[in-house]
């Protein structure tokens, strides 16, 4: 009789597998998730380096207090400089380091949040002093908006910063115990500049309304902090998270700088006192929008880790009903464990692919503000502000998803996904709390919608790219239909923007008269809808970019995203009568061929998953996960990663004199067995 394999070993058979089993080719679909084979070595070569140096060894970090761990966060950023300088690394490299230790950075505010917006929006005079610092972080710089009461309304802030036309100078400002900037980045004890966001107010009292200033926060000689300046950490996060960045405060009391480090790249201040107007409005916005754009490119990270990790799990998980084999089942092939994570892998795909495209539609935004262009500025405001909402909150719930199809594994720190966890739920409300920015993004539909509706010859191609829906509004454009069933993705896109142009075109018709939920129900609308467009864009290049075999695997992958995505809009659609055989509800479920589909599809794509996974090239070191290894060994992962628990390296705990043997004697006292052997 062959010998019966134990639970352990039969982990690691599974694994190999699934992987046997997968058709993908890995190489390939990870140079294209990348972005191409260049990225995908560049991003290799940094982990590997990385991975080999004792200073990353992170099993221990979890045991550390949060004093110790920012100090920790302060060495590894050292050694990454060290690393930087030995090999020649680029900034880029430099970044692409900081991104992949496992810890958030503090170092990481001034390379996202304080130099985009430095460059972009600095005068010459500015850079010509700072630039050559900024860039090789002779200076390390944090970028103060959020204040005590202020956060996403950013008209609303308090801070000022008037202009003293005799001293040719600015005086910043807080004026009231609520104009404390708070939550900033870096500004609690790393950063020794930072770029404020204060109230422009000019010699004769007038208020301009925000705008951005260089400002000086501490000695470059011994890093105390600079007369006028009142610097401090805010505290311990919620579940832990961003313990490595020192989310600070700062006070100004008549702070005063110099003309020039006003950001008057666009708008400046004459030496007498005059004001010249910004190109736009809404052009110091940049940075919130540069910072929203790289969300949806690290929302697909996130996702891939949280996919990655819970798909591997699963698939050496064993457990319940027996299978022909006498093994109990894989439970990734229980329907209420691949339908919730396939998904999952899903979305992260199609946020890689999106943030690529955003990234070269923000550096076009760029190019056009260099040369005093505009016109793409209010597009992608509102597309950054939707993208922003809609990933961020729909990456948190993948991340708990998963965690929750790990079972009671799934709730040890040794999973991984608890820290990944606790570090991305803040982004679902900083740079603009979510339900915030939905009231955005419906203001510049709804706008596109007058717009569109009150010409006498409405032309789409006048359209922006964030409201192309309402094309659907007209007669002719709403009877072109797809027809070819949920396997066509073209049917899901067309469903989806209808749904967007009906929801924009009811609340413009109660504009004065909604419900409660109207902004939230309204912007997801448009935001699903956008993306679905660039999704099905995206399955039409697949087959130039892949094998056919590759291409395929994706074209199912992305089109479950956008089927998932209409069963998520299935009572909007229902609604306005725009579903599929919606007139036959008396007679059966319409919406069941939409779920049987989805079923088919996860079905198809199972036995890829792995590949998939695989292809997203995260090493063991890069993944933290005891569950999420990749032979497959996680049960002994998880024990090793136990021994490392510093209860474990004493068998009588610490305690046991002081506070444990007396509970004890007192139990036995009062049992009447005080003197008895037990």
């Known amino acids: 009789m062959a010998e019966r394999s134990t639970p352990e070993k039969q982990a690691r058979i599974d694994m190999q597998r699934a ?4 058709e993908v080719d890995t190489a390939l679909v990870r140079d294209f998730a990348y972005g191409g084979q260049a990225r995908w070595e560049e991003h290799a070569h940094v982990v590997d380096l990385l991975s080999k140096d004792p200073t990353f060894d992170h099993r221990y970090r979890v045991y550390l207090t949060r004093k110790e761990r920012f100090k920790e966060s302060l060495k590894l950023a050292k050694r990454m400089h060290d690393l930087q300088d030995k090999h020649g690394w680029t900034d880029a490299q430099f970044r692409m380091a900081m991104e992949n230790v496992g810890e958030s950075s503090a170092y990481s505010m001034h390379y996202v949040a304080f130099e985009p917006v430095l460059r972009s929006q600095a005068s010459d005079e500015l850079l010509a002093e700072y630039g050559a610092l900024i860039a090789n972080r002779g200076l390390l710089g944090c970028y103060l908006q959020t204040e005590l009461a202020h956060g996403t309304n950013v008209g609303g802030l308090e801070t000022t910063a008037t202009y003293v036309p005799e001293s040719k100078e600015f005086v910043i400002n807080s004026p009231t115990f609520t104009s404390r900037k708070w939550w900033i980045g870096a500004a609690g004890k790393l950063a020794t500049h930072g770029v404020v966001s204060a109230l422009l107010i000019l010699p004769d009292g007038k ?5 951005l200033f260089f400002v000086q926060l501490r000695s470059l000689d011994d890093h105390r902090t600079l007369p006028g300046i009142t610097l401090g950490d805010i505290g311990p996060k919620v579940f832990g998270g961003f313990s490595t960045i020192d989310n600070g405060y700062a006070v100004f009391d008549h702070v005063r700088i110099p003309r020039y480090y006003m950001l008057s ?5 004459t030496e007498d006192g005059h004001y010249r107007q910004p190109p736009h409005s809404k052009i110091s916005y940049g940075g919130m929008l540069y910072i929203r754009s790289t969300m949806v490119t690290g929302g ?5 880790k949280a996919a990655t990790i819970a798909i591997r799990y699963a698939t050496v998980r064993r457990q319940g009903s027996g299978t022909p084999q006498g093994l109990e089942e894989q439970i990734i092939n229980y329907p209420a464990v691949y339908n919730r994570l396939l998904p999952v892998l899903s979305r992260a795909y199609v946020l890689l692919l999106l943030g690529r495209h955003l990234e070269k539609a923000f550096s076009a935004m760029n190019e056009g503000l260099a040369r005093g262009d505009t016109s793409l500025l209010a597009d992608m405001h509102a597309t950054t502000s939707g993208l922003k909402v809609l990933v961020t909150t729909a990456v948190a719930q993948d991340i708990e998803t998963a965690r929750r199809a790990l079972g009671g594994h799934g709730f040890s720190d040794f999973s991984g996904l608890g820290k990944i966890y606790a570090n991305y739920i803040p982004t679902t409300t900083f740079e603009g709390d979510n339900y915030v920015l939905d009231l955005q993004v419906v203001r510049a539909a709804v706008k596109a919608y007058k717009r569109y509706a009150s010409a006498p010859h409405s032309d789409p191609s006048t359209l922006p790219p964030t409201a192309r829906y309402l094309r659907l ?14 396997t066509d993705p073209h049917t899901s896109v067309h469903l989806l923007e209808q749904r967007a142009a009906h929801m924009i075109r009811e609340y413009a018709k109660h504009e004065n008269d909604l419900d409660a939920s109207a902004p939230q129900r309204v912007s997801r609308a448009a935001t699903e809808a956008f993306v679905a467009v660039q999704v099905e864009s995206f399955i039409q290049e697949l087959p130039s970019q892949l094998p056919d075999k590759d291409a395929h695997i994706l074209k199912d992958l992305l089109t479950l995203y ?15 009568g725009v579903f599929p055989d919606c007139q036959q509800t008396l007679n059966g479920d319409p919406t069941g061929d939409l779920r049987r589909a989805i079923k088919r599809l996860e079905l198809k794509l199972l036995p890829q998953a792995i590949g998939l996974t695989d292809a997203f090239g995260f090493t063991d070191w890069e993944l933290g996960s005891a569950l999420g290894v990749y032979n497959g060994a996680v049960y002994e992962a998880l024990w090793d990663s136990a021994q490392t628990e510093p209860q474990n390296q004493t068998d009588v705990v610490d305690g046991y004199q002081e506070y444990i043997k007396p509970v004890l004697e007192r139990g036995r006292r009062l049992a ?3 003197g008895a052997k037990l």
């Open 300 to 304: 697909g990270w996130t996702a891939a």
């Open 19 to 22: 992987r046997e089993q997968s």
């Open 207 to 211: 208020n301009m309304g925000p705008h």
């Open 562 to 576: 956008l089927l998932v995505t209409v069963e998520g809009a299935l009572a909007d659609l229902l609604s306005f």
């Open 265 to 269: 790249k666009f708008a400046q201040v």
């Open 473 to 486: 509004l007209s007669e002719q454009s709403a009877a072109d239909k797809a027809t070819a069933g949920w």
């Open 672 to 674: 009447g067995r005080s």
